[in-house]
């Protein structure tokens, strides 16, 4: 018999008894670990602005660049539940960044799994951002790897 349980089981328990989700560097989920990113952290804040504009039913509260935070307030679809969004970009290795995001419920001792959402969310608007930025950087080609 199998002594872990389904990751939706975990995911479905911690959103029953907690309100909030994080990325970070050795977070057990994968999903939720600490970003890097070959960018600069000026760039990667720029980017990062640009990220949260992009999704529904986020707004930006404050923006520090000189420290690398932002935060936002975000909303579930059908909620009237605010929940707290703090972004913050890091010096990664040479000359890359780090990502690190945070969403935590306003209210309540549960949030149904909603911040970890939120997190995702953003993380995905966040890849797409660094995404087209390297396209355009490259005039709208990508490079192919070479036959050989």
């Not at 975990?10 to 670990?33: I, M, Q, V, W, Y």
């Not at 970003?35 to 600069?40: A, K, W």
């Not at 890359?96 to 306003?106: N, Q, Y």
């Amino acid at each position: 018999m199998p002594t872990e349980m389904p990751t939706f089981l975990n995911h479905l328990l911690h959103g029953l008894t907690h309100s909030g989700a994080e990325t970070r560097p050795n977070h057990d989920d994968p999903e939720l670990r600490t970003r890097t990113y070959e960018r600069s952290p000026r760039q990667m804040f720029a980017i990062a602005i640009e990220a949260v504009d992009r999704l529904h039913r986020w707004k930006t509260v404050e923006r520090l660049p000189d420290v690398g935070v932002i935060r936002c307030e975000a909303r579930a679809p059908l909620s009237p539940f605010i929940d707290d969004v703090t972004i913050t970009i890091g010096s990664g290795d040479s000359s890359g960044s780090t990502v690190d995001v945070a969403s935590k419920a306003r209210l309540g001792k549960g949030d149904l799994g909603v911040n970890r959402q939120h997190v995702l969310a953003y993380i995905a608007s966040l890849d797409k951002g660094v995404l087209n930025t390297t396209y355009a950087e490259r005039g709208g080609t990508f490079e192919r790897p070479k036959k050989g």
